[in-house]
């Protein structure tokens, strides 16, 4: 079993960045396959990033690929979402997510897929 803490949301100016950590306890992170998802004030939890256990694959969802990068670091145990030319659309709650394996490759995207959670973090971003 691992425990999820997200960190590093805040409120930005259009165009700014911003970098979330997703820091994990007890469970070695590096069993699991990560992914970080977002929901916006209204609407339905959505898929924004995922990455492979060790860290070479990684998934964007099309709206922020070029601009947001999710990388690991096993050793420190986080997962981390760097966010930048943020736009007001990518206001949410952002939350980290833990998977150790999908019985569908595909499945990364499904937020109904993966056992563990963070709290989330706020991200709001003004025009």
């Known amino acids: 079993q691992v425990q999820l803490v997200e960190s590093g949301g805040g409120l930005v100016q259009a165009g700014g960045s911003l970098t979330l950590s997703c820091a994990a306890s007890?469970?070695?992170?590096?069993?699991?396959?990560m992914g970080w998802f977002r929901q916006p004030p209204g609407k339905e939890r959505e898929f924004v990033a995922h990455?492979?256990?060790?860290?070479?694959?990684?998934v964007y969802q099309d709206s922020v690929k070029g601009r947001f990068t999710i990388s690991r670091d096993n050793a420190k145990n986080t997962v981390y979402l760097q966010m930048n030319s943020l736009e007001p659309e990518d206001t949410a709650v952002y939350y980290c997510?833990?998977?150790?394996?999908?019985?569908?490759?595909?499945?990364?995207?499904?937020?109904?897929?993966?056992?563990?959670w963070g709290q989330g973090t706020q991200v709001t971003v003004s025009s």
């Open positions: 997510a833990a998977q150790e394996e999908f019985r569908v490759k595909s499945d990364y995207y499904r937020p109904d897929k993966y056992q563990y």
């Open positions: 007890g469970r070695t992170l590096s069993a699991y396959r």
């Open positions: 990455i492979s256990r060790s860290g070479p694959v990684t």
